[in-house]
């Protein structure tokens, strides 16, 4: 192992780093941090030479990550989160604030309401950085808040929560059935429901869904013949086929706006969406402030932010 000398590494460095990797962009870091671009070039040199790495690759006319530097990544963001932790003195003024808001979501199921929270941060805060990272599966919630490669997450509520996750009811949606109208009719029994022929979405994980957990329970099954990554093209396989998909009655307002829907033939209970941090983060009133931004961006009736 090389012998580094950290001292020369501050959360200057880092906080440039960061900012590159998350732009792919020299430039851009420099625009975002309203620093030179020589600036920005000069402290990667310099972290380069203390790590003995490359860091960036150039890759075309823009640049790619070492393996390094993709491994550095998620700790640097748990480490400078750690620093402005110990310096937070229970205040935060969001406009002093050149860190961008990441936050976690299956950015395609909720494209409605990433869109509101979006414009309420610009509200106070105009053309702020926001980053939406897609979560996938609900079970990525943990791993994405403890690398802090998100400052929170938005996600349908698993049976419970890791000890190290604080979480928050933000909504509640119903599960609909979307077909299109001009091949499909509306379903109306169990029996038509798993007799269809189903489209569905695949986010990668290996854990059923409430929806495949209440149907065995029923000792029913549905015929799934089409799964897909996002909700965009999960549409454009129900248009003009036989194909229904099972999703949150919200998704009429985006991405299946143009077809049809009607209630799921079977009992089944509210679809809960919570939003969720870390416990480490708990009390800093950046996240705070975040936090009840969201929560006024989903409520029905806004609300004073509090700042504090």
């Known amino acids: 192992m090389r012998n580094i000398d950290i001292s020369q590494i501050?959360?200057?460095?880092?906080?440039?780093?960061?900012?590159?990797?998350?732009?792919?962009?020299?430039?851009?870091?420099?625009?975002l941090l309203d620093i030179s671009q020589s600036t920005v070039s000069h402290n990667i040199e310099k972290l380069r030479s203390i790590l003995g790495?490359?860091?960036?690759?150039?890759?075309?006319?823009?640049?790619?990550?070492s393996a390094h530097a993709e491994l550095m990544a998620p700790k640097i963001r748990s480490?400078?989160?750690?620093?402005?932790?110990?310096?937070?003195?229970?205040?935060?003024?969001?406009?002093?604030?050149d860190e961008p808001f990441s936050i976690a979501a299956n950015g395609s199921t909720l494209a409605h309401e990433v869109t509101r929270i979006r414009d309420a941060i610009w509200r106070q805060v105009p053309d702020k950085t926001v980053i939406f990272r897609e979560l996938g599966s609900?079970?990525?919630a943990e791993a994405v808040l403890d690398n802090a490669s998100a400052n929170i997450a938005i996600t349908v509520r698993p049976v419970g929560y890791p000890q190290t996750l604080k979480h928050q009811h933000l909504s509640t949606d119903k599960m609909m059935v979307f077909y299109d109208a001009s091949v499909s009719k509306p379903i109306?029994?169990?029996?038509d429901y798993c007799n269809a022929r189903h489209a569905t979405l695949d986010f990668g994980g290996n854990s059923k869904s409430e929806l495949a957990l209440s149907l065995e329970d029923r000792g029913l099954v549905r015929q799934i013949t089409c799964m897909v990554p996002n909700v965009?093209?999960?549409?454009e396989m129900v248009r003009g086929s036989d194909l229904i998909a099972t999703l949150p009655s919200q998704l009429g307002l985006s991405a299946f706006a143009s077809l049809q829907s009607c209630p799921l033939p079977l009992g089944q209970s509210d679809l809960h969406f919570d939003l969720v941090w870390h416990r480490r983060y708990d009390n800093t009133a950046r996240l705070k402030w975040l936090r009840n931004v969201i929560f006024d961006a989903m409520a029905p009736t806004p609300r004073t932010t509090d700042a504090s």
């Not at 109306?188 to 029996?191: F, L, M, N, W």
């Not at 965009?232 to 549409?235: G, R, V």
């Open 138 to 140: 609900r079970s990525n």
């Open 79 to 97: 480490l400078l989160a750690e620093m402005e932790a110990l310096v937070d003195i229970g205040t935060y003024d969001p406009l002093a604030d």
């Open 53 to 65: 790495d490359r860091l960036f690759i150039q890759a075309g006319r823009g640049i790619s990550p």
């Open 188 to 191: 109306h029994t169990i029996t």
């Open 10 to 31: 501050n959360g200057r460095i880092l906080r440039i780093f960061l900012t590159v990797f998350d732009q792919m962009s020299v430039s851009k870091a420099a625009e």
């Open 232 to 235: 965009w093209l999960l549409a």
